[in-house]
């Protein structure tokens, strides 16, 4: 079969698509035939050298796939071959097959095409695990979400919002504050122009929860704009992994700050994550109020042209990538 290989490490030139083995679906697992899948900012860091797979995981990128069910290993029960389905992968996903373990596999949403569930699966089990499960997010409550109109803030403004949140979120330039209110933001926040600390309190008072993927940066202003009882949530560290933290601030309002990585999960946890999502998630996606944001579709073959659309920030949503079909 082929995938996206990576003889070195470096820029986007280094993604080699390759014929490589072909996986095979071990006890518990399912073979995935891949029609398609989506490009992680983490996916970026691996090409780097700077975010090794997990033991055990495919050396191969992608995070997430969708596609049709090709073999199932010994014990597996649920599925059947063809089933079409989508999958949160620890890696593998840039390739024409997949094995998964079954608990990470979700049946395609109804109304939701097969190369948009590539999309689905990484972003809304990130946000449904730190938003809704960690920091516990209530209706009414005020969500900072970072980066509106990344993949995860698309689907972070979109979750948040159909759940009774009042959604903010600081984005890069006017068109995508626009693209952040369509999806259901109060307010956009552009970060370039505006501090976002006086514009959350200024307009809801503070956030409950912050969503985070900046990190070091962030981390004092994050903590400023948390009310009473704020949950900060860290996932992402584009703003550096070190800062100092005045933790006078975390008492005085008995914040909390949290920090996870959802590809480092066991599988168990992975696979609870995944049955949360089906059950909470996914009918909302068929009765049409939540919709996967796809900024682009292109070929694998294109994969490095990929690669540079989401380092150039451009996007709005997720980029996927057409494996067959
Ligand atoms: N821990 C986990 O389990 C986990 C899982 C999935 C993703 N993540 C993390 O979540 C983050 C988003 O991932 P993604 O795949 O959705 O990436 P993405 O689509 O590439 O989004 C990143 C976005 O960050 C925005 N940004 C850059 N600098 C900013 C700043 N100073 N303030 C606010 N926004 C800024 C950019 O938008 P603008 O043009 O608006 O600047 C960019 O679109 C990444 O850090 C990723 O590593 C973590």
């Excluded at 095979?24 to 073979?31: I, K, R, S, Y």
């Excluded at 994550?273 to 996914?282: E, G, K, M, N």
């Amino acid at each position: 079969m082929r995938a996206v290989t990576l003889p070195s490490y470096g820029d986007a030139s280094v993604l080699v698509l390759a014929d490589v083995p072909e996986p095979e679906a071990g006890p518990g697992e399912v073979l995935v035939d891949v029609v398609a899948t989506a490009v992680n900012r983490a996916d970026l860091l691996q090409r780097q050298g700077l975010y090794p797979p997990p033991p055990g995981a495919s050396p191969y990128p992608g995070l997430e796939c969708s596609g049709r069910v090709a073999a199932l290993g010994e014990g597996v029960t649920g599925w059947a071959v063809g089933d079409e389905v989508c999958a949160l992968l620890s890696g593998g996903g840039y390739a024409e097959r997949v094995a998964v373990p079954a608990g990470q596999l979700l049946p395609v949403p109804s109304g939701v095409s097969l190369q948009e569930a590539a999309a689905l699966p990484e972003v809304v089990c990130t946000v449904w695990s730190n938003v809704f499960l960690l920091a516990r997010l209530q209706p009414g409550e005020v969500l900072l979400v970072h980066g509106g109109t990344s993949g995860i803030g698309t689907m972070a403004v979109q979750l948040a919002a159909r759940h009774g949140a009042r959604v903010l979120c600081t984005v890069g330039s006017p068109d995508k504050a626009s693209r952040a209110v369509a999806l259901g933001a109060e307010r956009a926040v552009r970060y370039r122009d505006e501090d976002f600390v006086e514009v959350v309190r200024e307009v809801a008072g503070g956030a409950d929860v912050v969503l985070d993927s900046l990190g070091a940066s962030y981390l004092g202003r994050n903590v400023q704009v948390l009310r009473t009882g704020g949950r900060l949530v860290v996932i992402g560290l584009m703003g550096g992994t070190r800062a100092e933290l005045d933790l006078a601030a975390l008492l005085s309002k008995r914040a909390s700050v949290h920090g996870t990585s959802l590809r480092s999960r066991p599988a168990a946890e992975k696979a609870a994550i995944v049955a949360a999502v089906r059950a909470d998630v996914w009918p909302g996606f068929e009765r049409g109020e939540l919709r996967p944001v796809v900024d682009r579709v292109l070929p694998l073959a294109e994969v490095a042209e990929a690669h540079r659309v989401l380092e150039g920030s451009g996007h709005v949503g997720k980029v996927v990538l057409s494996v067959s079909d």
